[in-house]
């Protein structure tokens, strides 16, 4: 699972088997946590995941939600600058 981005204590990785692993998503992950989060709209699909690191991922997403689908759709991954 490639590595997108890293920012405040967060990883952003993404699976690049799109046909196996609908709706498009990508993961988040922190020392204590790892969860999907929809690109779509930013939002957590299951888990939990801290408030605070949440709005980051969302912000990260929305930010880069196009970037993102288009990861999605060809299975290309290139890295992403991180939240600043």
């Known amino acids: 699972m490639p590595t997108i981005s890293s920012f405040y204590g967060i990883v952003i990785l993404m699976y690049l088997r799109n046909k196996e692993h609908n709706p498009p998503h990508i993961h988040a992950v922190t020392q204590d946590f790892a ?46 600058p991180p939240l600043k």
């Open 35 to 80: 969860a999907p989060f929809l690109i779509e709209t930013g939002e957590l699909m299951e888990g939990e995941f801290p408030p605070k690191a949440k709005a980051l991922v969302r912000e990260f997403v929305l930010k880069y939600q196009k970037e993102l689908l288009e990861m999605w759709e060809t299975e290309k991954y290139v890295k992403l």
